[in-house]
């Protein structure tokens, strides 16, 4: 390895190997969850009044928005589903499911729907779960790196850089 490589390493810090959640503030934490159940209660009220149809497509995706929002609520707000048993379990589950997992799941769940029936209330009824999986997704980008650490990295290959460019001039004029 490199002397370059070796310093890139040391700058950069290492990933964090207990839990996908120590990325995420507590704030944002908390952000993603408020906007899971909101995203439930749009998706439940949306589907209830999708079924209101003779259309089958819409009841169809009526009903799917009416499940999309039971297991937003079911992992993100167990509280609400007291009476279901295991309820907690795919609670814990969900929670150690890596971010960019949860952003997948969401976004496929709330896409869904809308694919089967696009209409103004499967839209509106999914935007919302669907920018809880999008919210998922920018926590499992990660956070922002530091300017120095990158400016020093910087600094560092642009004068292994000159040097390689002066050792093979030099070695070009012998």
Do not use: H
Not at 38 to 64: M, Q, R
Not at 89 to 109: E, H, I
Not at 129 to 146: E, H, I, M, R
Request: aromatic share 10%.
């Amino acid at each position: 390895m490199s002397s370059q490589e070796d310093q890139f390493q040391q700058a950069t810090p290492a990933p964090a190997a207990s839990s996908a959640d120590d990325d995420m503030t507590w704030w944002y934490k908390w952000l993603c969850r408020i906007a899971g159940v909101i995203g439930g209660v749009s998706c439940a009220l949306a589907g209830l009044w999708n079924c209101v149809t003779i259309n089958p497509l819409n009841i169809a995706a009526g009903v799917w928005m009416m499940l999309n929002a039971f297991i937003l609520f079911l992992c993100e707000a167990p509280f609400c589903c007291q009476f279901i048993e295991f309820a907690n379990t795919v609670s814990t589950r969900a929670d150690k499911l890596r971010p960019w997992q949860k952003a997948a799941f969401y976004c496929g769940m709330a896409v869904f729907p809308v694919i089967l029936s696009l209409t103004l209330t499967t839209l509106l009824g999914n935007a919302i779960a669907f920018a809880t999986g999008v919210l998922y997704g920018l926590s499992a980008l990660g956070k922002k790196g530091d300017a120095i650490s990158y400016a020093r990295i910087q600094q560092q290959q642009k004068q292994a850089d000159e040097e390689k460019l002066t050792g093979t001039l030099e070695g070009q004029a012998l």
